[in-house]
T-cell receptor, first 113, second 116 residues
Framework: AQSVTQPDIHITVSEGASLELRCNYSYGATPYLFWYVQSPGQGLQLLLKYFSGDTLVQGIKGFEAEFKRSQSSFNLRKPSVHWSDAAEYFCAVGGSTLGRLYFGRGTQLTVWP | EAGVTQFPSHSVIEKGQTVTLRCDPISGHDNLYWYRRVMGKEIKFLLHFVKESKQDESGMPNNRFLAERTGGTYSTLKVQPAELEDSGVYFC??????????????FGSGTRLTVV
């Protein structure tokens, strides 16, 4: 069955600290992986995506993610968090046929000044 | 290019009433999707249109939900009659035709539906 697990419901970090949000997936074919962010009152914004090739992908706002096939993981990282990064982050997996996406439950990020 | 537009942004209705949500995809995007997030849960797929045809409607919860995409442009999602458990945020997304370089999905800002 296709699924995405984000084990951390809520993470709190201090501004300037590094961040890693975990994502594990289960998918029966070659996965297309995504991270989206939703700020309060906003829609889902694409941070980055992985289709193939280099397993370390760079996204917007200084985020990066690493695809590890052996661990079925696609963790999101940022070396130094800014207060404006406080938001909810969603990991998603889909396939090459542009069908449905499967989302995790989301991780709420709080940033302390 | 303009993004995916959804309206209304918020809707509060009473149980038993009817509500219609609208999504305008990015121009030229043949694929249109509806998703829903119930509070505290994951974002769940509802259905997928390719142009005006329903490609996959396996996520539709029951027959109180009716989605249409006349002419392959905008889409509507009608809930009739609404129940309390229908409350949540309804997202729409669109994407280009497969084979034209896959740019991924663009999501709208969502419609927050509250059924009281």
């Amino acid at each position: 069955a296709q699924s995405v697990t984000q084990p951390d419901i809520h993470i709190t970090v201090s501004e300037g600290a590094s961040l890693e949000l975990r994502c594990n997936y289960s998918y029966g074919a070659t996965p297309y992986l995504f991270w989206y962010v939703q700020s309060p009152g906003q829609g889902l914004q694409l941070l980055l995506k992985y289709f193939s090739g280099d397993t370390l992908v760079q996204g917007i706002k200084g985020f990066e993610a690493e695809f590890k096939r052996s661990q079925s993981s696609f963790n999101l990282r940022k070396p130094s968090v800014h207060w404006s990064d406080a938001a909810e982050y969603f990991c998603a997996v889909g396939g090459s046929t542009l069908g449905r996406l499967y989302f995790g439950r989301g991780t709420q990020l709080t940033v302390w000044p | 290019e303009a993004g995916v537009t959804q309206f209304p942004s918020h809707s509060v209705i009473e149980k038993g009433q009817t509500v219609t949500l609208r999504c305008d995809p990015i121009s030229g995007h043949d694929n249109l999707y509806w998703y829903r997030r119930v509070m505290g849960k994951e974002i769940k797929f509802l259905l997928h249109f390719v142009k005006e045809s329903k490609q996959d409607e396996s996520g539709m919860p029951n027959n109180r939900f009716l989605a249409e995409r006349t002419g392959g442009t905008y889409s509507t999602l009608k809930v009739q009659p609404a129940e309390l458990e229908d409350s949540g945020v309804y997202f729409c997304a669109s994407s280009r035709e497969f084979g034209q370089a896959f740019y991924g999905y663009t999501f709208g800002s969502g419609t927050r539906l509250t059924v009281v």
